[in-house]
């Protein structure tokens, strides 16, 4: 279905490389809606200065994540790929909607209490107010979709409220945006191949844990051959078996089989089959993306390049929104 019409916004946060289980929930599909939507995706830096970062790895993590970004395939000629402090109406939109959004509504938000005990030496003003940054970074291109995960569901909710309230006070100003729940993966979502359990992080303090979009084919393999399963050695997918059912989740979202046919062509063979078959398959998937990574990476000031005309593309959508709020507001005309 073509939906050339709508504007699709998602905010990516530069805070470290993705992991297979981020390309699978969400990569994978902003691919497809490159094609039916106008997406932009920001890579939103100020969102993650709310905790406390070393400037220099920073400005390589942010550059890290877009050239990643773009291996994956996602394509600056198709959408408006950039980074969030380049474009200045992010915070002046996000200081108007602080003074509609109660003090008691962001206190409720369960990833800001999570987030103040994990940090509890930096319970800082941004990390409370961050939901609102991300509010503006959504209402300043009348966006209509949001895809979003679980832990997201509260802050675009918020969103919501906000276009809906300042619109109610000030007149129609904003799209109310919907979100969107992307498909999981046949099998559900991908675990931790240590704690299967667990969802896979790219934070789990074990790198046994996850498997990284850059992680060496070697790696790859070892970490397979590594994943915590049952003894029973049967290959089948059941809620008893939580680590052979995420090798069998992933083994299917690297080869689109359905997993009742792995099951089949796995009957009467070992655990040591299919991890070494899983290893080599999602090695061999990354291989083409880490190579473009490798190509493109390197060439900072193209890189550069990009995120600035990005940028202006981004402003000249935003403006003309920060403009009318502003007016609605009832400040001056600016000269
Ligand atoms: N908070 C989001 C996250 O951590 C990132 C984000 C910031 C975002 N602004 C956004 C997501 C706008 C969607 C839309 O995943």
């Given at each position: 279905?073509?939906?050339?019409?709508?504007?699709?916004?998602?905010?990516?946060?530069?805070?470290?490389?993705l992991?297979?289980?981020?390309?699978?929930?969400?990569?994978r599909?902003?691919l497809?809606?490159?094609?039916?939507?106008?997406c932009?995706?920001?890579?939103?830096?100020?969102?993650?200065?709310?905790?406390?970062?070393?400037?220099?790895?920073?400005?390589?993590?942010?550059?890290?994540?877009?050239?990643?970004?773009?291996?994956?395939?996602?394509?600056?000629?198709?959408?408006?790929?950039?980074?969030?402090?380049?474009?200045?109406?992010?915070?002046?939109?996000?200081?108007?909607?602080?003074?509609?959004?109660?003090?008691?509504?962001?206190?409720?938000?369960?990833?800001?209490?999570?987030?103040?005990?994990?940090?509890?030496?930096?319970?800082?003003?941004?990390?409370f107010?961050?939901?609102?940054?991300?509010?503006?970074?959504?209402l300043?291109?009348?966006?209509?979709i949001v895809?979003?995960?679980d832990d997201?569901?509260?802050?675009?909710?918020?969103?919501?409220?906000?276009?809906?309230?300042?619109?109610h006070?000030?007149?129609?100003?904003?799209?109310?945006?919907?979100?969107?729940?992307?498909?999981?993966?046949?099998?559900?979502?991908?675990?931790s191949?240590?704690?299967?359990?667990?969802?896979?992080?790219?934070s789990?303090?074990?790198?046994?844990?996850?498997?990284?979009?850059?992680?060496?084919?070697?790696?790859?393999?070892?970490?397979?051959?590594?994943?915590?399963t049952?003894?029973d050695?049967?290959?089948?997918?059941?809620?008893?078996?939580?680590?052979?059912?995420?090798?069998?989740?992933?083994?299917?979202?690297?080869?689109?089989?359905?997993?009742?046919?792995?099951?089949?062509?796995?009957?009467?063979?070992?655990?040591?089959?299919?991890?070494?078959?899983?290893?080599?398959?999602?090695?061999?998937?990354l291989?083409?993306?880490?190579?473009?990574?490798?190509?493109?990476?390197p060439?900072?000031?193209?890189?550069?390049?990009?995120?600035?005309?990005?940028?202006?593309?981004?402003?000249?959508?935003a403006?003309?929104?920060?403009?009318?709020?502003?007016?609605?507001?009832?400040f001056?005309?600016?000269?």
């Amino acid at each position: 279905m073509i939906h050339k019409q709508k504007t699709l916004f998602s905010g990516i946060q530069p805070s470290g490389i993705l992991t297979i289980g981020n390309y699978i929930g969400a990569i994978r599909q902003w691919l497809e809606m490159q094609n039916e939507y106008n997406c932009l995706f920001s890579l939103v830096d100020m969102h993650v200065i709310t905790v406390r970062q070393d400037p220099k790895l920073f400005r390589q993590q942010t550059l890290d994540v877009f050239a990643l970004y773009l291996a994956c395939g996602l394509d600056p000629n198709k959408s408006i790929i950039f980074a969030q402090s380049h474009v200045s109406a992010h915070s002046e939109l996000a200081w108007i909607l602080n003074c509609i959004t109660n003090h008691g509504e962001l206190s409720r938000m369960t990833q800001f209490k999570d987030k103040s005990q994990r940090h509890s030496d930096n319970v800082n003003v941004g990390l409370f107010a961050y939901p609102v940054l991300m509010a503006a970074d959504i209402l300043l291109y009348q966006s209509d979709i949001v895809p979003v995960g679980d832990d997201q569901k509260q802050h675009l909710e918020l969103a919501r409220n906000l276009a809906q309230r300042f619109n109610h006070h000030f007149g129609e100003t904003f799209v109310v945006p919907e979100p969107m729940i992307p498909k999981q993966a046949e099998g559900g979502r991908i675990m931790s191949l240590q704690d299967p359990e667990k969802k896979m992080s790219k934070s789990d303090a074990n790198q046994g844990a996850y498997i990284n979009l850059l992680d060496e084919p070697n790696k790859i393999r070892k970490k397979f051959k590594r994943a915590v399963t049952d003894s029973d050695n049967e290959i089948r997918f059941a809620e008893d078996k939580p680590g052979i059912s995420n090798l069998l989740t992933i083994y299917s979202a690297f080869t689109n089989k359905a997993i009742s046919d792995i099951e089949k062509e796995y009957e009467g063979k070992g655990y040591g089959a299919l991890k070494t078959d899983v290893g080599d398959t999602v090695a061999d998937f990354l291989e083409p993306i880490q190579q473009k990574f490798a190509e493109i990476r390197p060439d900072e000031t193209q890189l550069l390049k990009m995120l600035h005309e990005a940028a202006t593309k981004a402003d000249k959508l935003a403006r003309p929104t920060l403009n009318k709020v502003m007016d609605a507001i009832g400040f001056l005309p600016r000269g």
